[in-house]
């Protein structure tokens, strides 16, 4: 009962409209001092939730994304794939699943990979006939590969809160984040053959491909010195963040030449931003941690758990439907803050690997990215293509469709995630 009274106060302090961050940290401030425990856990809890050498990757790898972003990687990305791809059937929103991939390879950020790419692609497709709803839908869904394909900030905290190897979950997302995206591409194909609302590119001559080519080489290189570093065990992910925003900036100032010093500065307030904004949820959300750790809740809802759902696929469905209903309410890293701890003894208990379910989460949590009213993504691609909610909502549908199916694939067949080797 005290678990469920705690919950629903919480989600009544979140209705309100009081920011995330303070509601957690507010709230367990409060079940701290009415259990008569010392204040002082408070800021033992504050303390403690940044003081972590593995958070540091959080505003490298961000600022290493704006870096990316302001200096028109996207463009080149796109127009590299465009060339080798624009000529087939839906050839263009091949080209668009393909260039998300890779940036989300480069930046962890689903909203940078969104706006990054977005750019490029809207005005692209639209002016060759792509219905404008399929088209805000394939790129808001296509932006939410940068929470899965590694190097990604969510399975940063996620790895944080369960302690588990960042690496291990970098690597666990890599065939995942494949699946998703030749998902997302085979659909594309499908619906352009069926539609044929669009107007084929003609094929790009080789002299054509080569530029492109040559010019987006280097952020390709960016991404594949990050993923063999960590895979090598060459570098810790904070290590591959600091290496990949040096390496931004020599692609972006000094190969390209396209990031000013004014860009240069926006790119550093952005992740500023960004990255405060992530470390007071954060905060916030180890001191309600640790509030409902000395309250039992866990191991309450642990046991509850344990007692009604004895088979683990019955447990992982209701999980499933209720992030997704939390989804409507709730931002992704606010579900992964809130969520995990609560669950995370029941994992445990049930003897499911939190390595595997950590992918299943973040695939739930990418679904809020692009569900109403509170997906980011949504209102990215909203802003970016200026377009309706309403525009944005209706292309997503079928993509949410594709990424519950990549769910249920991962829970059949879990090797998916975890065939690759760790070291």
């Known amino acids: 009962m005290t678990a469920f009274l705690i919950i629903l106060s919480l989600f009544a302090v979140l209705l309100v409209g009081i920011p995330i961050a303070f509601a957690l940290g507010g709230m367990g401030a409060v079940l701290i001092i009415l259990d008569g425990l010392n204040p002082i856990i408070v800021t ?3 303390y403690s939730s940044v003081d972590s050498f593995i958070l540091l990757a959080v505003p490298l790898f961000l600022l290493m994304s704006n870096i990316l972003l302001k200096g028109g990687v996207g463009r080149d990305l796109f127009a590299a794939v465009q060339s080798w791809v624009g000529h087939w059937p839906g050839g263009l929103a091949v080209a668009t699943v393909i260039s998300c991939a890779i940036f989300a390879a480069i930046s962890g950020s689903s909203i940078a990979t969104a706006a990054t790419i977005a750019t490029v692609a809207i005005p692209e497709m639209t002016s060759r006939g792509y219905q404008r709803p399929f088209v805000l839908g394939l790129l808001a869904a296509g932006g939410t590969l940068g929470i899965l394909i590694p190097p990604s900030v969510p399975l940063i905290v996620y790895g944080v809160l369960t302690e588990q190897s960042i690496v291990s979950l970098f690597l666990a997302g890599v065939a995942p984040g494949l699946l998703l995206a030749g998902l997302f591409i085979a659909f594309s194909m499908l619906y352009a053959a069926y539609t044929k609302a669009f107007d084929p590119l003609p094929k790009a001559s080789w002299e054509e491909r080569k530029a492109a080519s040559i010019r987006a080489l280097p952020s390709v290189g960016l991404a594949l010195i990050i993923f063999i570093g960590l895979y090598g065990g060459v570098f ?11 390496l931004a900036i020599i692609i ?17 307030i952005g992740s500023m931003r960004t990255t405060v904004t992530i470390f007071l949820i954060v905060a916030g959300a180890k001191i309600f941690a640790k509030a ?59 003897g499911i690997d939190p390595v595997w379910f950590g992918i299943v989460f973040m695939l739930m949590i990418e679904i809020a990215l692009i569900t109403p009213p509170v997906g980011l993504n949504l209102f990215v691609i909203q802003a970016v293509g200026k377009a309706t909610l309403g525009e944005v909502t209706k292309g997503v549908l079928p993509f949410l469709a594709i990424m519950l199916l990549t769910v249920l694939l991962i829970y059949l067949f879990p090797q998916i995630v975890l065939f690759i080797p760790f070291g």
Not at 317 to 341: N, Q
């Open 44 to 46: 033992q809890a504050l």
């Open 236 to 246: 810790t992910p904070t290590e591959a963040a600091g290496v990949g925003f040096v």
């Open 252 to 268: 972006t100032a000094l190969m390209l030449r396209t990031l000013t010093w004014q860009l240069f500065g926006e790119a550093v």
């Open 292 to 350: 409902i750790t000395l309250y039992r809740i866990p191991h309450e809802i642990s046991g509850l758990i344990i007692d009604n759902f004895d088979q683990v696929g019955s447990f992982i469905f209701v999980v499933c439907v209720a992030l997704l209903i939390l989804g409507f309410f709730l931002e992704s890293l606010s579900m992964l803050l809130i969520v995990v701890p609560v669950l995370f003894p029941a994992l445990l208990s049930m």
